[in-house]
């Protein structure tokens, strides 16, 4: 069965800073990837995907990810983090032809000033 | 616009009551999810709908049900038999073909009084 990790529940940076969102999978077949973005009491928006056509990704707010296979990791970079990117950011793995999402466990990106 | 509508925002259940929460779609998307969310536990999946008047169990379907009668609509019941219901309920959508993702509602906080 497919599965994604996401290595550290809370990250904290100062604003300005790099921003590193770790994300490794599991997957037996050539995955889809995702990284969605959660602020309080909201729902998930979709800040990029990864479908084959390109290793290195880019998504909205400034936001890229590169898919390794070597290192089966799909890591979620900003180069210089933002107030306003305070949130929760969850990695996900498609599991092919049922299209069904498979959830890490988010991790909370914290910015200070 | 096309989206996908949760209501209410906020709900209050008195114990032993059953509760319905709302989802609507305007995507003409196939698929529809029930997730519920608690600190520190990510998404699990409740129940899934990939079909109209068919769905299926997700990861911790017992005290909740689902009808799928209308391709637009997913409500879904929180029964008397869920034990712990206080937490946040997503509801999303996909296609089912290319693996685009998943679009989200808003959300609903359900807290028992």
């Known amino acids: 069965a497919q599965s994604v990790t996401q290595l550290g529940s809370h990250v904290s940076v100062s604003e300005g800073a790099l921003v590193l969102l770790r994300c490794n999978y599991s997957?037996?077949?050539?995955?889809?990837l995702f990284w969605y973005v959660q602020y309080p009491n909201q729902g998930l928006q979709l800040l990029l995907k990864?479908?084959?056509?390109?290793?290195l990704v880019k998504g909205i707010n400034g936001f890229e990810a590169e898919f390794k296979k070597s290192e089966t990791s799909f890591h979620l970079t900003k180069p210089s983090a933002h107030m306003s990117d305070a949130a929760e950011y969850f990695c996900a793995v498609s599991e092919g032809a049922t299209d069904k999402l498979i959830f890490g466990t988010g991790t909370r990106l914290q910015v200070f000033p | 616009d096309g989206g996908i509508t949760q209501s209410p925002k906020y709900l209050f259940r008195k114990e032993g009551q059953n509760v319905t929460l709302s989802c609507e779609q305007n995507l003409n998307h196939d698929a529809m999810y029930w997730y519920r969310q608690d600190p520190g536990q990510g998404l699990r999946l409740i129940y899934y709908s990939q079909i109209v008047n068919d769905f299926q169990k997700g990861d911790i379907a017992e005290g909740y049900s689902v009808s799928r009668e209308k391709k637009e609509s997913f409500p879904l019941t929180v029964t008397s038999a869920q034990k712990n219901p206080t937490a946040f309920y997503l509801c999303?959508?996909?296609?089912?073909?290319?693996?685009?993702?998943?679009?989200f509602g808003s959300g609903t906080r359900l807290t028992v009084v």
């Open positions: 990864y479908t084959s056509a390109a290793t």
């Open positions: 997957s037996s077949v050539p995955p889809y």
């Open positions: 999303a959508s996909s296609i089912l073909t290319g693996n685009y993702g998943y679009t």
